[in-house]
């Protein structure tokens, strides 16, 4: 946890949040299967404080952050790296962190808003992690995602739900994204690019290589026929590296439809594709 606030402020409070959340993430099940320690998902919530709305109330940035590993490799691909800049919360020390998938925003909607937010987050996390592993296998976490959009706290200082906040850019437009029939293809693609691309690369590179590509090819039929899809920017944060060291040793006409494709689809990176893609 990282903060702005003045140096009056007691810390105290903080480290206890981050003890609550932590725990609260890790000891909570929050699927049906069963997991071995070493199976456990990869992932980090920076709570970047930035103002004090009362004795207990927070306005915070939070940056989310996961991964998964790449078969027979040391690798760990990074599916997720966003910030969400509109995240206040209310928390009174030692308050126990509680959440009701039926009774998601309580009498007092900054503190729901707290862990809706972050299980928000942890669905959102599951869910592309299981659509990397299987086809439409992130469904459900998706669909519980949904809930929690349509059953937000709300309140005064709240934002980040509904679909006029934040230029399309929020929790309401990731989701709506993600089940909306209509971008289905973007499950398909995450299988495709993880399952049968990047986790293929190690045992034949070059029919790895050409799996990612194909479902880059895939991802700018979903950018054309709608762009500027949230979904798509979303994958494409902190992509820019892993994806400059697929086509690093690709053929000149690999190299050069990847480079289109991801000038594209990553107009802030589209110079350093074209500079180290050459």
Not at 34 to 63: H, M, P, R
Not at 91 to 111: A, K, T
Not at 192 to 208: M, S, V, W
Request: with cysteine; net charge neutral.
């Amino acid at each position: 946890m990282d903060n702005q606030l003045p140096t009056t402020i007691d810390k105290k409070i903080f480290r206890t949040l981050e003890s609550s959340l932590t725990n609260f993430i890790n000891k909570r099940k929050w699927t049906k299967d069963s997991y071995k320690i070493n199976e456990k998902i990869e992932c980090q919530f920076l709570i970047n404080l930035k103002n004090v709305i009362d004795q207990n109330t927070f306005e915070a940035s939070l940056t989310i952050q996961s991964g998964r590993p790449v078969y027979q490799s040391a690798y760990l691909s990074p599916i997720i790296n966003y910030q969400d800049a509109n995240f206040a919360f209310k928390y009174v020390e030692g308050q126990p962190m509680e959440f009701n998938e039926n009774r998601v925003s309580g009498s007092d909607p900054l503190v729901s808003n707290l862990t809706a937010v972050i299980v928000y987050y942890v669905y959102v996390i599951l869910g592309y992690d299981y659509d990397s592993f299987s086809l439409r296998g992130g469904d459900e976490y998706f669909q519980k995602a949904l809930n929690i959009v349509n059953n937000a706290p709300d309140a005064g200082q709240i934002s980040g739900w509904k679909s006029y906040e934040n230029n399309n850019r929020n929790r309401y437009w990731l989701t709506e994204n993600l089940i909306n029939n209509r971008y289905a293809m973007i499950h398909d693609f995450y299988y495709n690019y993880y399952r049968k691309g990047l986790d293929k690369i190690y045992e034949d590179e070059a029919a790895g290589r050409q799996e990612v590509l194909n479902a880059l090819i895939v991802l700018d039929d979903i950018n054309r026929e709608t762009p500027n899809l949230m979904i798509i920017q979303f994958f494409m944060l902190g992509k820019a590296n892993e994806l400059i060291g697929i086509f690093k040793k690709a053929p000149a006409a690999d190299k050069l439809r990847a480079v289109q494709l991801l000038s594209k689809l990553d107009v802030s990176n589209a110079n350093k594709y074209k500079q180290e893609l050459k």
